[in-house]
């Protein structure tokens, strides 16, 4: 089945471990991009990337890093995890320019730092 | 800056129908989103606008006026399958082109 794949969907981590998240789609969307959603703020943008090899920041990237080796693949790297990264993770693609701008999203990757 | 308001919760009876309000300021605008979102899962697209007027799918309906910043989600013929968190957002047109930025959502409860 068409889609986005995230792993883990779980992870209980202690403070100051490095952590990735990993991301895969296999619909050849040209962008991809990392929220993070905490209760009463909704989703906030970490990082995006319109194109393999290219990336940005959104709302939130403090502590959190990605790449875009390939069109498939989006991990989001927490260096140092913190308690304040205590969140649930959303991957989500695009078909990129000249569409209505739908976002897929994956099913998500709760996160707990200790 | 980006700004996005939408009531925290809503509730509402089976049959019935609801409108859930949306407005915004941001710097610029080039479309408005619905998504929903079920408890413990992933947002689903539900609604696109980018001009002024209605749009209608099915039950749903999305409704834009952009010189007043105000969107609303209407949802008819209300079924419990329905109570989930339906969300607003607004693309940032700076930057990436398909920045999507959020608001907090609306928590809808379907009652019989």
């Known amino acids: 089945i068409a889609g986005i794949t995230q792993a883990p969907t779980s992870q209980i981590l202690a403070a100051g471990r490095r952590m990735t998240l990993r991301c895969t789609q296999d619909m050849r969307h040209n962008a991809m991009y990392w929220y993070r959603q905490d209760l009463g703020l909704g989703l906030r943008l970490i990082h995006y990337s319109n194109t393999a090899g290219t990336t940005g920041k959104g709302e939130v990237p403090d502590g959190y890093s990605v790449s875009r080796a390939n069109t498939d693949d989006f991990p989001l790297t927490l260096a140092s995890a913190v308690p304040s990264q205590t969140s649930v993770y959303f991957c989500?693609?695009?078909?990129?320019?000249?569409?209505?701008?739908?976002?897929?999203f994956g099913e998500g990757s709760r996160l707990t730092v200790l | 800056g980006q700004n996005i308001d939408q009531p925290t919760e809503m509730t509402a009876t089976e049959g019935a129908i609801v409108q859930i309000n949306c407005t915004y300021q941001?710097?610029?605008?080039?479309?408005l989103f619905w998504y929903q979102q079920h408890a413990g899962e992933a947002p689903t697209f539900l609604s696109y606008n980018v001009l002024d007027g209605l749009e209608e799918k099915g039950r749903f309906s999305s409704f834009l006026s952009r010189s007043k910043g105000y969107s609303y989600l209407l949802l008819k013929e209300l079924q419990m399958k329905d109570s989930a968190s339906y969300l607003c957002?607004?693309?940032?047109?700076?930057?990436?082109?398909?920045?999507?930025?959020f608001g907090a959502g609306t928590r809808l409860a379907v009652h019989p």
């Open positions: 989500a693609s695009s078909v990129g320019q000249g569409n209505t701008g739908e976002l897929f």
């Open positions: 941001t710097s610029g605008f080039n479309g």
């Open positions: 957002a607004v693309r940032d047109p700076t930057g990436g082109y398909n920045k999507l930025i």
